[in-house]
Structure formats: C-alpha cells, structure tokens
Nanobody, 115 residues
Framework: QVQLVESGGGLVQPGGSLRLSCAAS????????MDWFRQAPGAQRELVAS???????NYADSVKGRFTISRDNAKNMVYLQMNSLKPEDTAVYYC?????????WGQGTQVTVSA
C-alpha cells in the first residue's frame, strides 16, 4: 500500500511561483517513478510532469521551461517547482505513482492563479 500526501498549494498572482510537495509513505523506493497530474474544473485530469527512479524527467508541453519535478529518495519526497504561473495553471494538483496493478493518488492540493 502507498500513501501520498500533497501540500504547498494556494493562491498566487500571474507570474508568481509555488512549490508543491508530495510525501510518500508505504512501499515506495528509489526505483519508483512518480508523477504530478492536474485537473481543472470541467476538464480531464492531465499528466503534468514525471520523474523516473533514475531521475529522468518528462513534462507536458504546456509547462516545459516553467515547471521542474524533482525527488529526494532519502526523504520519500517528490516536488513540483512551478514558476511563471499563468491563470490556465489553475487546477487541483495530484501526486501519483503506479505500482502494478494499481495507480495510487494523493488527495490533491488546489492551485489558483489569479490577480
């Protein structure tokens, strides 16, 4: 069983920054890939960023150059640094990992970008 808890969301002005954190507990190790998804009102959940156990990263085109995913395996933590935020980044952000045969989700943290 894997438990994921996100934190760090909030209200920020356009152009601002936020850092999301995901605390993982349970059966998780340095070889596990971790993901950040987001879901805006009325929209489907979308993959924002991924990081492999080896530290390779991948980003959605909409966030490339603005968001950075990272991990601290010793602390079982995953982070999403979000810079140059735009109103269209407003969504609930979810930390997630796939451990066959299930995908695990955190409860989500709200990010609102508004003046």
């Amino acid at each position: 069983q894997v438990q994921l808890v996100e934190s760090g969301g909030g209200l920020v002005q356009p152009g601002g920054s936020l850092r999301l954190s995901c605390a993982a507990s349970g059966s998780i190790g340095s070889g596990v890939g971790m993901d950040w998804f987001r879901q805006a009102p009325g929209a489907q959940r979308e993959l924002v960023a991924s990081i492999t156990g080896g530290g390779s990263t991948n980003y959605a085109d909409s966030v490339k150059g603005r968001f950075t995913i990272s991990r601290d395996n010793a602390k079982n933590m995953v982070y999403l640094q979000m810079n140059s935020l735009k109103p269209e980044d407003t969504a609930v952000y979810y930390c997630s990992t796939f451990r066959s045969p299930s995908r695990y989700w955190g409860q989500g943290t709200q990010v609102t970008v508004s003046a």
